[in-house]
Each structure stands twice: as structure tokens, then as C-alpha cells.
């Protein structure tokens, strides 16, 4: 077991790729290596102000294999728990680098479960392959809007056979001007990913490919065979990119819609995706249709939504609590560049 120290964690002078402290438990580092069979415990880190990133297992530069750890407890101490940092394991590369990060149990964090970032300017970031993993929320909670898996900003590679769930984020601004969400699995500003065979409980957003900018899109994101239930106030996957396919989902209990195809994401257009072959049971909407062009959004399998398609990017449920969605955008962990 890897335990904060007394005296709680301190940097030793490791910093992110862009040069921001942080204090990690464990921090490999342009080298090859492979960590199993630990329990990473960030209880008590000490930490005073959120200037300092609170990091289980942190890969930087460093390719090799994270599987078979107990990662737990990187929170901050509850006033700083909105500071939008405590990742449990943490991939992030500005060079060619290859990460497996499988088998792993990931719970009790602040932002992130598990995270893989790029480099933020258009260039590749690690491939990582994320598999097997079990990531647990915080559940429902005001203090910080959580995602259990993350790969952004130009980091590649497959997200497959993870179970997800309880990130869900109570605004307590009453989501004004704009909502932000927890996510199960967002694909920010990483293009050309595959999500398969993964199960996504009791979260605010699903599934999310989200374009960032022209040269961070999440286009080309392949979303199929996952299972994903009970997502509460928005939507079970949400396509807010270009060229996305999502097809032989099962979705049940989602409050908006089951699977969205979202033109709020520029300069994405919500244009040239194909949804096909999902079941979705009981949602206001099967498929919110956005108002792009070249979509192919049938067959599918609906049972028990007030709509099987709809026009447009919001549905109001006839029953239930209602709330019209308003410029939702899943709060992303952004390394402090």
C-alpha cells in the first residue's frame, strides 16, 4: 500500500508537462514501466490551496502498463474540492508514448478517475488503451463535476470494457447562464477513438466525443455495444462532434434523449454520423436529431419514449422532473497549461 506520508504530499519537484507543480504518489517519467498489484491511498494529502494537482499514478512521457491497483481517496480536503483537480490515475504526454490502463479499481476521487490528455496544440498525444477498469463517483454531489474516464486533447486509443458509474453534478447556481455536467466517458478534443463493450450507470452524460476547437475535434469517435442506464437530466450519449458512429447500444432511463446527435459543439456540426442498430428504452427522446446533415439515424429499436426522433437538441419530459437543457458542456479536467 502507498500511503500519503506525514507531514501530507509534497511535489519533489514534479511538474506537468507544461510546467505546473504537482504532487503525485507515484510519478514515472520517460521511462518504460509497470505498476500492478498496489493500493494508491490519498487520504489526508495535506494539500492547502489549489495550485498543486493531487495525482495517484501519473504517467508523463512514459509508456507501459497501469493494471490490477486499488486507486483511491486522491480528494482534496473538502474546501478546495471545486479547485478542478485530484485525478487517481493520470496519462500525459507531449511525445509518442503507448499506455495500458486496465483492471484497475478507482474510486473515492476529486475530478477524474482515470485520465489521458495531449498536448492541447493539435498533436498526438499518448495512445492509451483503457480496459477492464471499475471507476466509482462520488455520486450525487454539489461540490465538483466529475468524469469517471477522460481522453482529451489529442490523446488516441480504444476505451473498452469499463464499468462507470455515480458522476453526477448538482449545480448549485441552478445552472446559470450554462449547465455543466459530469460525464461517464468523455472523449474531449481527441478524434477517432473507439468505446465498446462498456457499462455506464447513474451518470448526468453517458458517453460525450465533444469538439473542442478546429484542431481538437472529437470526429470519428465509433460508440457501439456499450450498455448505459439511468443517465439523469440529459442525455445517454451525446455526438457533439462530426463522422461519429453509434450503433448496438442498449440505453434505458435516460431523462433527454437516448442517444443525441448535437451541432453545439463548433465548428462540429453534428453532420455525417450514423446511429443504427441501438435499443433504447424509456427516454423523452430516442434520438434528438440536431440539425445536421448527412445523418443516418435508422434502424433502431425504441420502447417507451415520448418520442422516437425529434427535431432539434432539447426534450421536455411529460413527466418527472423537467428542465430544459441549456447549453450543456461536460466540465473537463484541463491540465493548467
Known sequence: MVVVPAGGLVTNGVTDISGFPTAAQIFVQGAT???????????????TDCSIDAIGIYYQNASGTISDNAVRNVLLPPALQGCQDGLAINVESNTASTVTVSNNSVRNYDKNGITASGPENGSLG??????????????????IAQ????????????????????????????????????????????????????????TQLGIVPVTVSATLTADGTTVSMNHIGGTQLYDAIDLCSDQNTAKSNVIYGSAQSGIHVDDECAPSTGSGTIVTGNTINEACAGVLLGTGSGNTTAPNTYLNVTNTTLPGDTCTPSYGPSRQRQSLRPSAYRPKR
Do not use: M, R, W
Open 33 to 47: 514501466v509497470t505498476i500492478s498489484h498496489l493500493t494508491v491511498d490519498g487520504a489526508n494529502d495535506g494539500l
Open 126 to 143: 499518448p495512445n492509451v488503451t483503457v480496459t477492464g477498469n471499475t471507476v466509482i463517483g462520488l455520486g450525487a454531489t454539489a461540490v
Open 147 to 202: 468524469n469517471g474516464i477522460q481522453i482529451g486533447y489529442g490523446a488516441t486509443g480504444k476505451v473498452t470494457f469499463n464499468n462507470v458509474i455515480d458522476d453526477i453534478y448538482i449545480n448549485p447556481s441552478g445552472c446559470a447562464p450554462s449547465c455543466t455536467g459530469s460525464s461517464g466517458i468523455l472523449i474531449y478534443g481527441s478524434a477517432n477513438l473507439t468505446v465498446t463493450n462498456n457499462t455506464v450507470e447513474s
